[in-house]
């Protein structure tokens, strides 16, 4: 029924738009002006629409400027992070190791009025961590400095290994150098945001977001519980650049820091040295970065065979097959005196069982050569 009603299509002719010839032309007129009128209306509102969203957007637009300044002048700490230190041009390569002015037997007048004890035979130890290595499996790095004598002893010292949780040490120096500049304090507070959670080792996982600590606090657990979540945290509020001129700065160039976290055993021999020396930062903040370093969670590495009277401030690091650790050992001499050493492993290619082996037997050998030599 509806389609017979409805009309046949066709093309308009000039009758269809003229005026019927019954029809008033003054009434056609009218009804043209109204349409024009009806079309002048429309494209009147569509223009006060355009305008309206164009002053929509503007105000859009001012807000956002708006909040960025205010943002960028209230950011929080933890999020606005330290200006990028002051690094010059790269200073020359490290010479050869002098004796540690940071510790006793590196004071000439102190060690002159020590009894004399048995030399040191490096040459002897260098064959012993030889040794020791080819009768276990993987392949391992090796750095050895006595103080005392300025001697070392070294393996494999300038390749590359898995840094594993040693890489860690690189935002520990940067931190307590932009402490000891005056870029941050010590007591300034970083919380825990949603990116920073990380598993594996760490107490700081287990916290909500917006729990808040030091960054004294979350630079002790970083070290001392190899706490990832709190190395994230630090790695965030000081920022990876910052802390890549500072490991560069100190002449650890052979590092990758965080990615791809790779090292070498001379350049942590490097970084324990600056750690353990008061002029790199100062006395105190020295000895609170050997203080993080000492009784970890993880004793059964360099520490594990050696006298329960000796203090080891070490870092140990696992990931994948890669296992390492590195470390100060402070003793007595047989003359009483307080001397150290350093020690660094790294490996590559093996368990943990058999490197945690190969680490004890090269910290007992190192020992038995540094601190109790044959006369």
């Not at 009758?15 to 029809?23: K, T, V």
């Not at 943002?71 to 990028?84: D, F, H, N, Q, R």
């Not at 870092?315 to 050992?329: H, N, P």
Request: hydrophobic share 35%; charged share 25%; net charge neutral.
């Amino acid at each position: 029924i509806h389609e017979q009603a409805r009309p046949r299509a066709r093309d308009l002719t000039e009758a269809d738009i003229s005026p019927p010839a019954h029809q008033d032309s003054n009434e056609y007129q009218d009804r043209s002006t109204r349409r024009e009128m009806r079309r002048q209306v429309r494209r009147s509102r569509l223009r006060r629409g355009l305008r309206r969203l164009a002053l929509v957007l503007l105000a859009v637009l001012l807000l956002l400027f708006a909040g960025g300044v205010v943002y960028s002048l209230t950011a929080p700490k933890e999020i606005a992070g330290v200006a990028s230190p002051a690094v010059g041009p790269p200073p020359a390569p490290p010479s050869a190791p002098s004796p540690d002015a940071s510790s006793p037997e590196g004071s000439s007048k102190e060690a002159s009025s020590q009894k004399p004890v048995p030399p040191v035979d490096m040459a002897k130890l260098q064959k012993d961590l030889k040794e020791i290595t080819s009768r276990h499996g993987g392949y391992y790095g090796v750095a050895v400095y006595d103080p005392a004598s300025g001697k070392t002893a070294t393996l494999n010292a300038d390749e590359i290994f898995t840094a594993a949780s040693i890489g860690k040490l690189p935002a520990l120096i940067s931190l307590y150098r932009f402490a000891n500049r005056g870029q941050v304090s010590l007591e300034d507070k970083v919380s825990i945001q949603q990116s920073d959670y990380q598993p594996g080792t760490g107490i700081l996982q287990l916290q909500p977001v917006g729990y808040t600590v030091t960054l004294r606090r979350c630079a002790y657990l970083m070290i001392n519980e190899s706490d990832n979540t709190g190395w994230e945290m630090l790695h965030r509020y000081l920022g990876r650049d910052n802390i890549e001129a500072e490991t560069y700065a100190i002449g650890a160039r052979s590092t990758g820091y965080w990615i791809p976290n790779t090292t070498t055993p001379n350049d942590i021999l490097l970084m324990l040295k600056k750690i353990s020396d008061p002029s790199f930062t100062t006395e105190a903040m020295s000895s609170e970065m050997l203080t993080a370093m000492t009784n970890t969670v993880n004793e059964d590495r360099i520490p594990g065979p050696l006298p329960k009277d000796v203090r080891v401030a070490h870092k140990f690091g696992s990931y994948g097959d890669s296992f390492g650790d590195a470390g100060i050992v402070f003793y007595k001499a047989p003359d009483g005196s307080s001397k150290r050493y350093y020690l660094v492993v790294l490996s590559g290619g093996t368990s943990e069982y058999e490197a945690r082996e190969t680490i004890q037997e090269l910290s007992l050998a190192t020992y038995e050569a540094i601190a109790r030599p044959s006369k």
